[in-house]
């Protein structure tokens, strides 16, 4: 009798042992797959990143080029130069702005106003016909243009990346290991006027 209590013991502990290990494992593959989505949020985050960064430094020689051509747009000039200026100041967030939906909303609306202000900045060359035929504004205009695409498509990589990322850890029983281990959903670029496509930026007399 105590021979097959012992047994029946063993059993039990085994089962339980048995449980416990997958539970174990799939909590482990679970975490791992976290790591690995927050990671590639994390990646494409740094490519949207570059390609601001990337406009930011086409910025001062754009302005300098129509500055030669149409040198009292002064109102203009100052509009492109403050929004840069603030807009630069959203980089030093870095990765913070992910866990935070209103740092990366502040990002959002900075890099909004940069790219109403080059809007303006552009429009200005439909008056100066010298300025349209200037080869390095030419070159500028172009970089600029193939700058504004490339930061749309990577949005919407970073967009889409996020969304995996945020259905992995919201769903059920995944939740309870990104609670536990502080797995918080990313925030997206939202589709608004100058923002949810590249802005157009017509470059005249191409």
């Known amino acids: 009798m105590k021979r097959k209590t012992l047994i029946g013991c063993g059993a039990t502990l085994a089962i339980v042992l048995v449980i416990a290990i997958g539970i174990f494992s799939w909590g482990t593959r679970t975490y791992n797959g976290m790591v690995q989505q927050e990671e590639l949020v994390k990646k ?3 490519q949207v990143e570059n390609q601001y960064q990337r406009r930011y430094d086409l910025i ?3 302005v300098e080029t129509v ?4 040198s009292h747009e002064k109102e203009t000039f100052e509009a492109v130069t403050q929004a840069r200026s603030k807009a630069g100041g959203t980089f030093n967030i870095s990765e913070e702005v992910l866990n935070d939906p209103a740092m990366f909303e502040k990002f959002q609306q900075a890099q ?3 790219s109403g202000a080059l809007q303006r900045l552009m429009v200005i060359q439909e008056r100066y016909p010298e300025l349209k035929a200037n080869e390095n504004f030419l070159a500028l205009q172009d970089q600029l243009e193939g700058t504004e ?3 749309s498509t990577e949005r919407k990589r970073f967009n889409d990346s996020a969304q995996s990322y945020n259905t992995l850890i919201k769903q059920f029983p995944r939740v309870i290991i990104a609670n536990m281990y502080g797995f918080h959903a990313k925030p997206y670029f939202k ?3 100058g923002t949810d496509t590249a802005p157009k930026v017509d470059f005249g007399g191409k």
């Open 44 to 46: 494409q985050w740094s």
């Open 112 to 114: 909004a106003g940069l």
């Open 60 to 62: 001062p020689n754009l």
């Open 191 to 193: 589709a608004a006027e």
């Open 67 to 70: 500055k030669g051509y149409a």
């Open 149 to 151: 695409n490339r930061i």
